[in-house]
């Protein structure tokens, strides 16, 4: 998986346009920097950067790479100000575990902000799908919940402070890396239809899950619901053996293994 230091360097190459450039304002070795773009091209599956007259230029694939990487390092830091902000007076925070997406790496600056103020951290095993009710029924004190953010916002209630890390439309399909659909640039949703749909439990994310539901079917999906599962790494490994794939934000794109990919999911010239 794509780790801070990835997305430090490549955001950093592709708004200087130079490895040499990006080095210095990292305040890292050119030779290491170069590495650590290579090994995320490599974690990634694609080519994000390729050399220009005067320098490194962006490739079409990784437009959105980048795009992921920016989103993720806001989230890192949206993360940091809330821990610094709510949580320095406590002597011990209990923070629940995350398992996919851009809340692993919140999850992670999480850990980081509050071990930086001196405060001690409890991971807690919860799995994410139910953060917010550990958050809620105080066996978290800090969680993360994936949603749209007016549903987030409506299950959290006023006894629950909810900060947005990543705002982006869910518009992907998570497919394994090996699937014919993932070589083509975008998908059509009714091209899925053969293919299980991987989701959370509904009884925990009803207006989400109806929501997705509504827009694929629009989009000309006709597919059938795989078993519900509320751990986002089984999700991620179901689908990399081919049980299925799962309807996700496109801040997932270059976040993930090389067993899957995140592919913008299309009808027609449109999205659904």
């Not at 920097?33 to 974690?43: C, G, M, N, P, Y």
């Not at 830091?77 to 610094?84: H, W």
């Amino acid at each position: 998986m794509l780790e801070r230091r990835h997305l430090d360097a490549i955001v950093a190459v592709a708004e200087t346009g130079s490895v040499t450039a990006a080095s210095r304002r990292l305040h890292v070795v050119q030779q290491a920097l170069s590495r650590t773009v290579a090994d995320a091209e490599r974690l990634a599956g694609l080519r994000i950067f390729e050399r220009a007259p005067r320098g490194m230029r962006v490739t079409g694939a990784g437009r959105r790479v980048v795009a992921s990487a920016r989103a993720a390092l806001g989230a890192i830091e949206q993360v940091r100000a809330a821990a610094r902000a709510v949580l320095v007076d406590a002597d011990t925070v209990r923070v629940g575990l995350a398992d996919c997406g851009v809340a692993a790496l919140g999850q992670r600056s999480a850990f980081l902000a509050l071990r930086d103020r001196g405060v001690a951290t409890v991971p807690v095993p919860v799995p994410i799908v139910r953060h917010l009710e550990g958050v809620r029924d105080g066996r978290l004190d800090v969680g993360f919940a994936l949603g749209f953010t007016d549903a987030v916002r409506a299950r959290a209630g006023d006894d629950v402070a909810v900060h947005v890390l990543a705002d982006a439309p869910a518009v992907g399909a998570m497919l394994p890396a090996w699937h014919p659909l993932a070589a083509q640039p975008s998908v059509d949703p009714a091209a899925l239809s053969d293919l299980p749909l991987l989701e959370w439990p509904r009884a925990l994310v009803p207006d989400e899950v109806d929501h997705i539901l509504a827009r694929l079917g629009e989009a000309g999906w006709r597919g059938s619901l795989g078993p519900a599962i509320e751990d986002g790494m089984v999700i991620g490994q179901m689908i990399a053996a081919g049980a299925g794939w799962a309807y996700v934000s496109d801040t997932y794109d270059g976040l993930l293994p090389p067993s899957l990919v995140v592919r913008p999911l299309t009808r027609g010239a449109g999205a659904p």
